[in-house]
């Protein structure tokens, strides 16, 4: 069976720290890992990871995949309190209209 | 540019009423579009999704039903709401290579 394993379930942190969230999935006819940002309603597309090892960056955000350790991690550096949400990741899935999403890591960001 | 909109934002309903929850898209023609369920603290579950015009697959057994009565119209009805049915509703619709964008959520309460 599919699965999408996110941890920590829930991170709290003061502004400026780094934080990293990880998520490792187990998709048969994996095609990328994509993560979403979610604060009081709709996740928004943060990033979608199709290639091993190549670093996916936006501004104070990053990502990467490895398609060997089926794990990818999302990096935050210096947080704001601006982003405190539910991060979650996805796994997609070819030939399938379907994605696999973890239960979500949620950050909160004290100032 | 695209845009997908969802109304109801809020609803709260008896136990055994209907539920009627609409999603429009703008600004893309024949979209894949997609009903998910979000449970407090878990991950987004795959209801129903559309490839076309009256053409419905459901990922899971349940009181719900979904309609494409126009290419860009996607709705989720009920005809006896349960207590079970409560929840965060997400339409979304999929872009190539680029992951969901989802609508702002619905968040059912049934009491």
């Known amino acids: 069976e599919d699965k999408v394993v996110q941890s920590p379930l829930s991170l709290v942190v003061h502004e400026g720290d780094t934080v990293t969230l990880n998520c490792s999935y187990e998709?048969?006819?994996?095609?990328?890992l994509l993560w979403y940002k979610q604060e009081k309603k709709a996740p928004t597309f943060l990033f979608m990871l199709t290639s091993s090892g190549i670093e996916k960056k936006s501004g104070r955000l990053s990502s990467i995949l490895d398609k060997k350790e089926l794990f990818s991690i999302l990096n935050i550096t210096a947080t704001q309190t601006g982003d405190s949400a539910v991060y979650l990741c996805?796994?997609?899935?070819?030939?399938?209209?379907?994605?696999?999403f973890g239960a979500g890591t949620r950050l909160t960001v004290k100032p | 540019s695209q845009t997908i909109h969802q109304w109801p934002a809020t609803l709260v309903q008896p136990v055994g009423s209907p539920l009627s929850l609409e999603c429009t898209v703008e600004g893309t023609s024949n979209p894949n579009l997609y009903w998910y369920r979000q449970a407090a603290g878990r991950g987004l579950q795959l209801l129903f999704y559309?490839?076309?015009?009256?053409?419905i697959s459901s990922e899971v057994p349940q009181n719900l039903s979904a309609s494409r009565p126009q290419d860009r119209q996607f709705i989720l009805s009920s005809k006896k709401l349960l207590l079970s049915d409560s929840g965060f509703y997400l339409c979304?619709?999929?872009?190539?290579?680029?992951?969901?964008?989802f609508g702002s959520g619905t968040r059912l309460t049934v009491v």
């Open positions: 998709v048969t006819n994996f095609r990328s």
């Open positions: 996805a796994g997609d899935i070819y030939n399938n209209n379907d994605m696999r």
């Open positions: 559309s490839v076309g015009i009256g053409q």
């Open positions: 979304a619709w999929r872009r190539l290579n680029y992951g969901y964008t």
